[in-house]
């Protein structure tokens, strides 16, 4: 399961940005099109801060939906797998936009 280490990872970046505070809150982005189950972020999420500065922090997950560029129409065109189809033309020929992003955008910590 890549989730346990992607959500020490997010704990990590956290523990270095939060200056020695406790975390109460962290906003993730998560797109849809990368190999990331949200619902498996949060459950490695609460097993690994336990005992840490993030212990009890809310973890809001925010889902980027998949975007294209379709590179024979130029329309952006939503994507729900990775080689989607443009839905304007039907060309395979679609650049990814967004929706491969997994970041933690914003944390909030205890004064």
Do not use: K, W
Request: charged share 25%; with cysteine; proline share 2%.
């Amino acid at each position: 399961m890549h989730e346990m280490s992607i959500a020490q990872g997010i704990i990590e970046l956290c523990l270095d940005h939060a200056g020695g505070r406790r975390v109460s809150s962290l906003d993730v982005e998560i797109g849809e099109l990368g190999s990331v189950v949200p619902e498996a972020i949060e459950f490695c999420f609460e097993a690994c801060s336990r005992n840490t500065l993030l212990e009890g922090a809310r973890l809001n997950i925010v889902r980027i939906p998949g975007m294209g560029l379709c590179l024979d129409c130029h329309q952006e065109t939503r994507l729900t797998e990775l080689y989607g189809a443009c839905e304007q033309c039907g060309s395979s020929r679609v650049t990814i936009v967004s929706g491969e992003e997994l970041r933690v955008r914003e944390i909030e910590v205890d004064d």
